[in-house]
């Protein structure tokens, strides 16, 4: 196990620009408020998903394109150092008109209609992303830069 | 985006009365102990469960009713002010006897079995809800008191 | 209702390791840094997962197997005591190449392919389970010690 002990940050309560892409639109409001480390999650609906799931032969995310209106059940997610820059890492559970479920790894292309979002930043040294060999993914690592 | 930065306040675990209804529940306990802005995550099971599926045309979430025994699966939300009230915002994911899930926005009618939440209150100036004219709903607004 | 008001404790990002039983894991992990009442919740991806669903009849968690691979769309859960050991207490949403959902209580048997986590521990008198007679499951109780 890797583990980092981090010290509390900021909080904040965000609401999600209509039309915006989600994983775009938090990616942006951290590197403006230099969160590199962070505990987030949301609610709300979206117009659009596009969602992953991680094919671990082909080491690639398949897209799964949901299209909207949806609700987005659940968001959780963590913000980390990916090359030098804040990344936001996000997964969802999105339900459409009957309540019917879909859910992965939230993708680009994932369009706000309504986002409230609690965003809980953590400071002293931020887990980093290096590219882990044993899954395929970029995985929070110690010392072992590539 | 409209943000709020807040600051730190109490930190609840609480277990929730069988038979309740969750979002009375969680309201009465926010009035009770002036919780005006938090964020909040649950876990339990449900006797019954309706949930919201919103409908841009027509302003309105549509209900669905879930007949139980549920697990909840997920419950994420967050409290913030709507009409000088601590007001309830919660999105559940709720799975049956074969796993199988349902998701959207919490409603009245929601009868616990079980239920612990974790409530993270914030202080500072709590978010307003006011009506948005571009989606229907009632979101967290600046400045814009109707 | 039954509530504990608790004092922020400390912050970790964990990485869990590829292969684990996720409960186990973080069992031991909370076990190891002495966390007695904690917050936590995780995205990933598992291998296998059990997921339960509580029959009130019988008092027991009927188990559901879900082979992998499949993401860990959601992962909440709560730390307490139970038996003077902490205890991990964990719901989950997983989901497949098609993206549908499976959902329920986390049981033994999941293994993990990636995970990360935040623990948000809490200090104070942490909550302990007991037997609950009107439910059959083991919950948040004071001063009704068995």
């Not at 940050?9 to 403006?32: A, S």
């Not at 897209?63 to 909207?68: A, L, Y």
């Not at 395929?136 to 110690?142: A, E, T, Y």
Request: charged share 25%.
């Amino acid at each position: 196990m890797v583990t980092y002990e981090m010290k509390p940050g900021r909080n904040f309560m965000i609401r999600l620009p209509k039309g915006g892409d989600i994983l775009n639109v938090i990616e942006e409001f951290c590197t403006q408020e230099d969160i590199r480390s962070a505990a987030l999650w949301g609610i709300g609906a979206l117009d659009k998903a596009v969602i992953g799931f991680y094919d671990g032969k082909s080491g690639e995310y398949l897209p799964i394109t949901v299209d909207g209106p949806l609700e987005l059940a659940s968001c959780i997610g963590n913000v980390s150092m990916k090359d030098w820059k804040s990344h936001v890492h996000l997964h969802a559970v999105l339900s459409d008109r009957e309540g019917r479920c879909y859910g992965g790894h939230l993708m680009p292309g994932s369009v706000i209609f309504a986002g409230e979002f609690y965003v809980r930043s953590l400071t002293g040294s931020p887990p980093e992303r290096q590219p882990d060999a044993e899954t395929g993914l970029s995985l929070w690592s110690k010392g072992e830069k590539s």
